[in-house]
């Protein structure tokens, strides 16, 4: 739940990186959360006259923007534009990989793995932002979480 959270959080960021987890998890919640409002809908009978579901439109307008914009930082963890989530297959093939190790053009590591020095490294990142912090740190530089 803390992934779904997380992308509600970051609305509009279509800047950065999404980690699978994070993609998936949150198309899972989002799945979960829409079956509940239509069984909610069917059993209080709200527009039974008609096949629009109210509160299911509702929802999905609300999440509209934050599915887009985690789905783009999924592209931008696979080192590609954001723009690849409108190509049907290939986004679900580039959704399904694993993320650029290390540092790309779009951002930090979402894990906070950095593999491009062989395992000799000299920094850490923030769990909670993402941000490239020295191994001495105790407390990231931009959100102030503690390491």
């Known amino acids: 739940m803390n992934y779904y959270t997380e992308v509600l959080k970051k609305y509009a960021v279509f800047n950065g990186r999404a980690s699978r987890a994070e993609y998936w998890y949150f ?33 999905y307008l609300a999440v509209l923007i934050p599915s887009i914009a985690v789905s783009v ?29 290390g540092d790309n053009k779009y951002g930090n590591n ?11 490294t000299t920094s850490n990142y923030c769990h909670k932002c993402g941000t490239k912090v020295g191994m001495d740190s105790k407390f990231c530089t931009k959100c102030g979480n503690k390491i």
Do not use: C, Q
């Open 27 to 59: 198309l899972l919640f989002n799945f979960l959360i829409a079956f509940g409002i239509g069984f909610l809908e069917g059993l209080l009978v709200i527009a039974s006259e008609t096949d629009d579901s109210v509160l299911a439109n509702i929802y």
């Open 110 to 120: 979402p894990k906070g793995i950095d593999d491009s020095s062989n395992n000799k």
């Open 73 to 101: 930082r999924r592209m931008h963890d696979v080192n590609k534009s954001g723009w690849f989530i409108i190509v049907p297959i290939y986004n679900l093939i580039l959704a399904l990989s694993d993320g650029t190790k």
